[in-house]
């Protein structure tokens, strides 16, 4: 059983930076595919990016493509997501979650594991 915390949401202006992190316990977190999803309110919960076990192979939804990285450290059971440009339409409870996979998942229906979310706002 894997467990996950979410840190690092808020408040944040346009066009500022956000680090999320997620920390993971009671897994063999190396084995396993990480992603971040988000939800905003009144929406469907939808991919943002995930990261392949050893980290060798990432993938961003459009929307975020080239403002946010995703990135992990097996040596402290943890991945990020590093926000940056963000815009009002970013905001969202974002999530990650884990499966243990060979490489990238992109649906969130093939996820095993999930953390309780942390909220990202993004003012204009």
């Known amino acids: 059983q894997v467990q996950l915390v979410e840190f690092g949401g808020g408040l944040v202006q346009a066009g500022g930076s956000l680090r999320l992190s997620c920390a993971a316990s009671?897994?063999?977190?190396?084995?396993?595919?990480m992603g971040w999803f988000r939800q905003a309110p009144g929406k469907d919960r939808e991919f943002a990016a995930t990261?392949?076990?050893?980290?060798?192979?990432?993938y961003y939804a459009d929307p975020v493509k080239g403002r946010f990285t995703i990135s992990r450290d097996n040596a402290k059971n943890t991945v990020y997501l590093q926000m940056n440009s963000l815009k009002p339409e970013d905001t969202a409870v974002y999530y990650c979650?884990?499966?243990?996979?060979?490489?990238?998942?992109?649906?969130?229906?093939?996820?095993?594991?999930w953390g309780q979310g942390t909220q990202v706002t993004v003012s204009s």
């Open positions: 979650a884990a499966v243990r996979a060979p490489g990238i998942v992109l649906i969130a229906s093939e996820y095993d594991y």
């Open positions: 009671g897994g063999f977190f190396s084995t396993y595919t």
């Open positions: 990261i392949a076990r050893y980290g060798g192979s990432t």
